[in-house]
């Protein structure tokens, strides 16, 4: 869906490796679009000219990966809009995208990388167009309690609790008691789950 008068992307959520981070320099410059960078020992900048305006893609690195300090964009341009649709696909990222067009909106809201609802909102009148189910059975959540894999999920646990951390830390210093909230809620949930797998 790239047809659209405006796109805003709120609370996203990506993380990338040097390897992303090359992709996503040469998908900018294969859609034409002009790009500068500056590279810090704690930030990577990435400098994005679009036919409209500029947008800034700023990166903290976390030791060999890096998360995008941007967590809110206002696009006009397709080209970039499917670029960064693209990479929250492939990074399995987190955001919340709301497309207008027509006299309408459409939310969609993404959670690693595939979308969990959508909903067309028009006028007073609003219509849930997509909500994936869940469809997990008692046997599947034993399963996962079992599993042998904890050693595989445990280094993107503890990606997920040091990027909720920085989130809550931001949040702080801002002063955002709703993001405070949330990231702590979210923080103590990724707490038990690493509680059962070090057990």
């Not at 499917?82 to 006299?103: N, T």
């Not at 189910?133 to 997920?160: F, G, H, K, N, Q």
């Not at 702080?172 to 690493?194: F, N, P, R, V």
């Amino acid at each position: 869906m790239h047809t659209f008068e405006q796109i805003e992307y709120s609370d996203v959520a990506l993380w990338f490796n040097e390897e992303q981070i090359h992709e996503l320099v040469a998908h900018i410059v294969e859609a034409g679009m002009s790009i500068a960078w500056k590279e810090t020992k704690k930030y990577f900048t990435l400098s994005v000219r679009t036919e409209h305006k500029t947008h800034w893609l700023t990166f903290r690195k976390v030791g060999a990966r890096y998360r995008l300090r941007d967590r809110h964009y206002n696009i006009s341009d397709p080209r970039f809009e499917k670029i960064l649709q693209y990479f929250i696909e492939q990074v399995k990222g987190h955001a919340v995208v709301k497309i207008f067009f027509g006299g309408h909106l459409v939310i969609q809201k993404i959670r690693y990388g595939e979308a969990e609802q959508i909903i067309k909102i028009s006028g007073a009148s609003k219509e849930v167009i997509f909500e994936k189910e869940c469809s997990v059975s008692m046997e599947e959540v034993m399963a996962v309690l079992c599993r042998r894999d904890a050693e595989e999920r445990i280094p993107v646990l503890t990606l997920e609790i040091d990027y909720e951390l920085a989130v809550l830390h931001e949040a702080m210093e801002a002063g955002d008691e709703e993001t405070i909230a949330a990231c702590k809620q979210k923080l103590s949930k990724l707490h038990q789950e690493m509680m059962m797998l070090e057990v």
